[in-house]
């Protein structure tokens, strides 16, 4: 041994600097790691997620409405109480063949999963599709070619051949009215027997070779039987009516006319529907009426044409009375009796006649696709910076939350010696490879106790850890300066602080396990120090780390639980802010994206209000809401662009210019030009 060291009999030995060996250090972080989930799983809620449907009558009692990333207090059995959960998902209907459009599909859940984005773009195509369907197959029975017309011409020849006289076809006819329909045809439908009452349109289905009616709640009105007299103000109880039911005819043969009547009792109140080949006279069966309410054509190509003969048409100079209006196709129809338009309409330039419409909607905002397409590609940059930052804070916490984890794990390694883990053998007394120059022996004595031993070999010296060492052999020491008796004073002096500061170490270690070790300085390694509570390191690399009291972390100060640096605020509420050196910023909510520019300029994206571009003057924007004013409560898409430049203003750039009119397809939504 160099110096003035010498061994004896009965020396013992403290050893320090003891680093254990890999596989120790694993399996006891995998046992950590296993307590430690065990303890989360027993004090960690359940993740849920929950799909509901919500009571429309309560909501459109209400009003209420619901939006994504509202939390909302659930009470349910399964929860064992009651609790808030976020809203992730939101389905609302809108006008829909009868729907309520307070009818609310809602997934609210604890974690976040897949594209809402891209689901709510599919489930949109699709209902596009359906809607292209339903409408297809109301122009099937609606379209009129002259087929057709023809056709019906022929079969009214039979019919009224007994009540008009015969067909002229002059080249024109000069005359000062045209009244187009007979007495006994002049009924209406209507939804309710006594003031006030709307008439509804009621046409058939055709479809599948069977004529289907939904006529369930009405009533058919007739207007002139029984009525001898005229007045201008006449008791609704004064007219016939009879209660209709839905109705779906036998299968038709594709190669017949038939003729489609309203069958209702002479003296009773409830009709039915009857479809026949041929003609059935007014009182052609004894108590009942055979109202003729038209003729359903053969069918060419899968379809069959629907040819209206209830009603009436008056032609006056300069006024035309009548129900509806349609191209041969069914492209574009214009319903009289409820107000609405269906079909593409082209409004040219020079039809100053729509600024007069009191309630048109604003169209002051729109812009080019391009523009738009830039704002789009600016609010994605904005996301992508976002992204990136917050991804790189969250590397360094969880590398400092790694570290820290690590850094607790070899201390409490340390001090759980007295488990015996400290000599715990790890191989049965011999050499392996991976051990290197280290040495294991291990016994139990007759009483039950186990002696464990270790010794390394190294260049610079020679390291035992053992509960005694016993050397029985001649054993040379170097030199001493002091005679024989100072020799074995000064070992003596040795094995006694030894053993003191073994039994300190042992009581220090017997009272960590069930309390608290107070160091004040632990230096592990050459790069990592813990000195009273400051942790001085490089690296910190753990599964969790929890602080609640952060000066700055990088470039970033946390305040009052708000992660701020120089262009970014990330507040707890789910709020983020950011900045840029030239004054513009952003502000990112579960709501939307909102971006302001110094001089007025504001950009929003918002699941409620839609997407919008403003500055001082001008104004664009994109929504689905209610119109303001609109007695009507259904929600439309309202497209706004306000400032656009004059006519003549393009005219004046430089180059060739081509102008055209914007036009709507309203099928598939979709806006071009011609």
Known sequence: MPGDIHFAVGDTFTLTGIKMPKAYVDKAAEELRVAAQKWLDGKCENQMRLAVTCDEVLFAQEGRRVVCGEMLYVTDRLLAGSRKIRVTSVKKYIENDGETPYRYELVLSDFLDGNRFMQDVRD???????????????????????????????????????????????????????????????????????????????????????????????????????????????????????????????????????????????SGEAGTFVVSETKRELSSEAGYYHLLMGYIGREVDGNRSWGRTYGFTEVLPGQITTELIQDPNARLVIDLVNGRITGPVHITAGSAGYNNLSDKPDLSGFQTKADFQIEADKIHGEVGQVNTKLGGTQQQLESLQTWSQGQVNSILNRQNTADDKIYRLQTAGFITTAQGNALYASA???????????????????????????????????????????????????????????????????????GTVDLNRVRYGNRTIIDRGKIITSLIDTDNLVVRNVAQVGGFTINGGRLVGSYLDLSPNGLIELRTPNGMTANISGAGINANKSGGRIATLNVDTGISYVTNSETFSVSIDHIDGDPDWHSYIQLKAKGLPHKNHISAMWGGHEFHNVVIDTRTGLMGWE
């Open 444 to 514: 139990e004595l007759a009483s039950g106790v186990k002696i464990s031993s270790l010794i390394t070999q190294s260049p610079e010296a020679i390291n035992m850890i053992a509960k005694n060492i016993n050397i029985n052999a001649i054993t040379t020491f170097g030199d001493f300066k002091e005679d024989n008796a100072q020799k074995l004073a000064a070992v003596n002096r040795r094995v006694g602080n030894a053993e003191s500061a073994i039994s300190q170490q042992n009581q220090a270690i017997n009272e960590a396990k069930n």
């Open 124 to 266: 949109l195509k699709d209902e596009s599709k359906r809607l292209k369907a339903r409408q297809n197959e109301l122009e099937r029975y609606a379209r009129r070619q002259w087929r057709d017309v023809k056709e019906t011409q022929e079969e009214i020849k039979k019919d009224f051949s007994d009540k008009f006289k015969e067909s002229i076809n002059p080249v024109t006819v000069e005359t000062m009215q045209l009244i187009v329909g007979h007495e006994q045809l002049q009924f209406v439908f209507v939804n309710s027997r006594t003031q006030p009452q709307t008439v509804v349109s009621l046409y058939p289905q055709i479809a599948g070779g069977k004529v289907r009616l939904s006529a369930a709640g009405l009533y058919l009105k007739h207007m002139t039987m029984g009525i001898k007299t005229l007045s201008s103000a006449r008791d609704a109880k004064a007219y016939r009516y009879w209660a209709m039911p839905n109705y779906t005819s036998p299968m038709l043969d594709k190669d017949k006319v038939y003729r489609l009547y309203a069958r209702v009792p002479a």
